[in-house]
Nanobody
Framework: QVQLVESGGGLVQAGGSLRLSCAAS????????MGWFRQAPGKEREFVATISYNGHNTNYADSVRGRFTISRDNAKNTVYLQMNSLKPEDTAVYFC?????????????????WGQGTQVTVSS
């Protein structure tokens, strides 16, 4: 069992930066791939980024590649999403998710555990 708690969301102007954190409980974190997803009002949840269990492999949605960076600290049971050059279209609730396997995935159905989400609002 893994419990996930996101933090770091907020209101930021376009062009600004935020760093999201996702703290995980449970002994399986270091063996789990992690992902970030987001959901804007009236839209389906979409993939943002994923990272393998050891942090060696990452993947990003085209819409955020080059602006966002996913990372993890297994000693702290935490995964991060550094978001730079934010745009109004990045406004959404951001969720972290865990899957108890080594490789990350861009498909939400591949994840077993989800956090409650943190709101990110980017003003123009």
């Amino acid at each position: 069992q893994v419990q996930l708690v996101e933090s770091g969301g907020g209101l930021v102007q376009a062009g600004g930066s935020l760093r999201l954190s996702c703290a995980a409980s449970g002994r399986t974190f270091s063996g789990s791939a992690m992902g970030w997803f987001r959901q804007a009002p009236g839209k389906e949840r979409e993939f943002v980024a994923t990272i393998s269990y050891n942090g060696h492999n990452t993947n990003y949605a085209d819409s955020v590649r080059g602006r966002f960076t996913i990372s993890r600290d297994n000693a702290k049971n935490t995964v991060y999403l550094q978001m730079n050059s934010l745009k109004p279209e990045d406004t959404a609730v951001y969720f972290c998710a865990a899957r108890p396997t080594w490789a990350g995935s861009s498909r939400s159905n591949d994840y077993d555990y989800w956090g409650q989400g943190t709101q990110v609002t980017v003003s123009s």
